[in-house]
C-alpha cells in the first residue's frame, strides 16, 4: 500500500472533476439561447485524422474512438514525455516503473501493453527483441505536430499487436518560410533540457530536421520510501530528419530518420522487497527510417503508394560493471497501397473511397540470451478497405485483411465503422466493430537460454470489441461532450506456464464508459476534462492488474496579457487498481494499489518577438505513490527554461 506525503484534498479535486464534466453537459440547456456574439473560440470541428483508416479522414467522419492531441496542446501542457501527455487520454493507463527513462507500458482499454501498436511518421516502432512492446519512456515530447490514439481492435487495418488500438505519432514537417527553434530548461534532480529545431522549405520540397539532449541525476528506480536512496539517472539524445521532394507534379518522394541513443541507471528485483538498490544499467539504441513514393496521375482519383521501413532496437545492460545480457531486435517492412476515389451525385449523393494494401514484414532478433544465433517470423499481408460518404450525412467504412505467417496458421479480421452527423442538433453518433490479433513474440515460440522453451504451436492472440457513442456540441460550437461505452473480449491469450508459453483457454473480458468534455470558457479561458470507467478481468474473473478501474483528467488553460502570457492547470487522477507481488520463491500474489492525483502548473511569458520564458511544477500535491509496486516516483519538483523562435 502506498502513502501520501501531505492531505492533499483527494476527494476535492475528484469532485471537481464530475463537476466539470457534468458543467460541460448542463450547457445543453443553454445552447438555444446562444447568439453567436458570446466571449468565446469556436472549436475545431474537423480536424483531420491519418490513423482511423487507411486515408486521411475528417474526424467527423470516423466512427471509431480517437483522440487527436495538437502540438499547441503539448506546448501548453509542457510535459517532455509522451507518456506523460498520454496520461490525459481516456480508456488509456500508463505505468512508469520507476525513474525518468524506466521502462514506460500504455494500455489501452484493459488491453495488454504488447497489445498497443505504436507509430512514428509511418514506422511501426514496436520492439521485436522486448516481446513487441513499445517502451515510451525513450520517446520526448518535443517537435511533435500531433498525436492520435485510436481505440479499440484495429488490426483489419493496422496487422498484429493493434488488439487494444493504434497511437500514431506525427512530427513537425517542414513548410514555405524556413523556421526554427533554441530550447535550454533545467531543474529538480538536476535535469538539464536542450533542443534545436531547424525546418523550412519550397514549392516541391520540404525538410525538417531536429536534436534533443535530455540529463538527469533523477531518483532512486526503487522505492525510496522502502529504504532505497541511491539517484538513478537519465540520459536521452535524439535526432531526427524527415522530408518530402515533388520533382513531377504526379510523384512525390519523402522520407524520414530516426536516431535515440538512451541510458538509464537501473535497481535490481528479487522476491519479497521487490525493487532494490544496485549498480546496474541499460544502454539502448534506437534506429528508424522509413522511404516512400507515392504516384497521383489522376489529381487524387486513383493514387499508389509504397514504403519500405526499417525499425531497429539494440539493448545492452551491465549489472556491477560487467555485462549481463545484450539483445538486438529488427523489423524491415513493404508495402504497396493503391486507392480509388468516385462519386456519384444522382445515388445518395454518395462518395467512394477503395483502398487496396498488401505488405511483407520480417521480424529478427539475437540475444545474448537465446538458445540460438537468430529468430526471425515473417508475415504477408493482404487488406482492403472501403469508405461510403451518404447525403454529407452518414459515413460508414469496411475493412477485410488476411495475414499468413511462415510459422503459424493464417488468420484473418474484419472492421466496421460508422457515424452519422446532425448538423441541425450539433449531433454526432458513432460507433464501430472490429477484431484483432497479436501474433506471439520471437522468444514465446523460439524459447531462451535453458529458463524457458519456446512453443511453435502457439496460436495468435485474438480480440473483438465494439463501441459506440454520442458527440453533442454546444453553446455555437464552443462546447463539446462525448460519451463512448466499449466492450472488449481477448481469447486465446499468451501466457507462461511452468517453463513454457500457452495459449489460455476462456476469454478475457473488459468494458467501460469513456467520457470527454471541452469547453471555450471565454476567449481566454479553454477547459477540457476526461474520465474513464474500465472493468477489466482475466478468464477466471480476477481484475487485470495495473488497470485502474476509474481515471479523470482535467486542464485548465489561460492566455492572457494580450496572448503573450498563458498559464496552464494539469490535474490527472489514477483511481485504485492491482499489481503483483512475489514471495522469495516467486510465488505470485496480488497487492492493491491506491489512488493518486498529480496536479501540475506550467506558465509561459514571451518577454519579446521569438523569445519565450516558461516554467512549470510537477507534483504539485507532493504525492508519496506508486504506479508499479515497489518502484519508486518522484515528489514535487520544478523546471524553467528559455525558448528562442524564429
Not at 519550397?202 to 531518483?219: A, M, P, W
Not at 460550437?477 to 495459449?503: K, Q
Not at 493518486?596 to 507534483?619: I, K, W
Request: proline share 3%; no cysteine.
Amino acid at each position: 500500500m502506498t502513502t501520501r506525503r501531505k492531505g492533499a484534498p483527494r476527494r476535492v479535486v475528484v469532485t471537481g472533476m464530475a463537476a466539470t464534466i457534468a458543467l460541460l453537459a448542463g450547457l445543453g440547456t443553454t445552447s438555444a439561447q446562444g447568439t453567436g456574439e458570446a466571449a468565446g473560440t469556436v472549436l475545431s470541428l474537423s480536424p483531420i485524422v491519418v490513423s482511423a483508416s487507411r486515408v486521411p479522414l475528417p474526424a467527423e467522419r470516423v466512427g471509431s474512438a480517437v483522440t487527436v492531441i495538437t502540438a499547441e496542446e503539448i506546448e501548453r501542457r509542457g510535459d517532455r514525455f509522451v507518456a506523460d501527455i498520454l496520461r490525459d487520454v481516456p480508456g488509456l493507463a500508463v505505468n512508469r516503473t520507476g525513474a525518468a527513462g524506466a521502462l514506460t507500458a500504455v494500455r489501452i482499454r484493459g488491453a495488454e501493453a504488447d497489445h498497443t501498436l505504436v507509430i512514428v511518421d509511418g514506422v511501426e516502432v514496436n520492439d521485436p527483441s522486448a516481446g513487441s512492446d513499445y517502451d515510451f519512456a525513450r520517446l520526448m515530447a518535443q517537435d511533435i505536430e500531433r498525436i492520435e490514439i485510436l481505440r479499440g481492435p484495429q488490426s483489419a487495418l493496422w496487422g498484429s499487436d493493434a488488439i487494444g488500438g493504434v497511437i500514431n505519432i506525427v512530427t513537425k514537417r517542414g513548410d514555405a518560410a524556413p523556421s526554427g527553434s533554441v530550447e535550454v530548461e533545467g531543474g529538480s534532480f538536476g535535469t538539464r533540457r536542450t533542443s534545436a529545431a531547424l525546418r523550412g522549405g519550397g514549392e516541391r520540397f520540404n525538410l525538417s530536421g531536429s536534436v534533443q539532449r535530455y540529463r538527469t541525476d533523477g531518483i532512486s528506480n526503487a522505492a525510496a520510501s522502502r529504504g532505497n536512496h541511491e539517484a538513478d539517472g537519465y540520459k536521452n539524445d535524439t535526432a531526427s530528419l524527415k522530408g518530402s521532394v515533388r520533382p513531377i507534379d504526379e510523384i512525390e518522394v519523402e522520407g524520414m530518420a530516426r536516431y535515440t541513443r538512451a541510458f538509464f541507471e537501473t535497481d535490481g528485483f528479487t522476491g519479497g522487497p521487490g525493487a532494490f538498490d544496485q549498480i546496474a544499467d541499460t544502454t539502448t539504441r534506437q534506429k528508424y527510417g522509413r522511404i516512400g513514393v507515392t504516384v497521383d496521375p489522376f489529381d487524387g482519383t486513383w493514387t499508389h503508394r509504397a514504403s519500405l521501413a526499417y525499425t531497429g532496437d539494440r539493448d545492452e545492460s551491465t549489472t556491477n560493471g560487467t555485462t549481463s545480457s545484450t539483445a538486438y531486435g529488427t523489423k524491415v517492412k513493404q508495402d504497396y497501397e493503391t486507392t480509388v476515389r468516385f462519386d456519384t451525385p444522382d445515388v445518395g449523393n454518395a462518395e467512394h473511397v477503395l483502398t487496396f494494401l498488401a505488405e511483407r514484414e520480417k521480424e529478427r532478433m539475437e540475444a545474448s540470451f537465446l538458445a540460438q544465433d537468430e529468430i526471425s517470423t515473417t508475415n504477408d499481408g493482404f487488406a482492403g478497405e472501403y469508405n461510403l460518404g451518404l447525403w454529407d450525412a452518414l459515413y460508414l467504412s469496411g475493412s477485410l485483411r488476411r495475414d499468413e505467417s511462415d510459422r503459424f496458421d493464417g488468420e484473418t479480421t474484419y472492421r466496421g465503422t460508422a457515424a452519422y452527423v446532425v448538423d441541425d442538433w450539433g449531433t454526432r453518433f458513432h460507433g464501430s466493430y472490429g477484431t484483432g490479433i497479436k501474433n506471439p513474440t520471437l522468444t514465446e515460440l523460439f524459447g531462451y537460454t535453458n529458463n524457458f522453451v519456446g512453443n511453435p504451436n502457439l496460436k495468435p492472440e485474438r480480440a473483438r470489441g465494439w463501441d459506440i457513442g454520442v458527440e453533442q456540441r454546444f453553446w455555437d460550437d464552443r462546447a463539446r461532450i462525448d460519451v463512448t461505452y466499449f466492450r472488449n473480449r481477448v481469447e486465446d491469450l499468451i501466457t507462461g506456464s511452468g517453463n513454457t508459453a500457452i495459449n489460455l483457454n476462456g476469454t478475457s473480458p473488459a468494458e467501460g464508459v469513456e467520457i470527454t468534455g471541452d469547453i471555450a470558457v471565454t476567449d481566454a479561458i479553454d477547459l477540457s476534462a476526461a474520465y474513464t470507467y474500465t472493468d477489466a478481468e482475466t478468464a477466471t474473473g480476477v481484475e487485470q492488474v495495473r488497470r485502474p478501474t476509474h481515471t479523470a483528467s482535467m486542464s485548465v488553460n489561460w492566455r492572457f496579457l494580450e496572448d503573450r502570457a498563458n498559464l496552464n492547470l494539469g490535474v490527472d487522477y489514477t483511481g485504485a487498481f492491482t499489481d503483483f507481488a512475489f514471495s522469495p520463491t516467486y510465488v505470485r500474489s496480488i497487492v492493491e494499489m491506491e489512488a493518486y492525483t498529480l496536479v501540475s502548473l506550467q506558465g509561459s511569458y514571451e518577454v519579446a518577438d521569438g523569445v519565450e520564458l516558461f516554467a512549470r511544477g510537477e507534483n504539485l500535491l507532493d504525492e508519496d505513490y506508486e504506479e508499479v509496486f515497489t518502484y519508486g516516483t518522484a515528489g514535487r519538483a520544478g523546471y524553467a527554461g528559455l525558448r528562442l523562435s524564429f
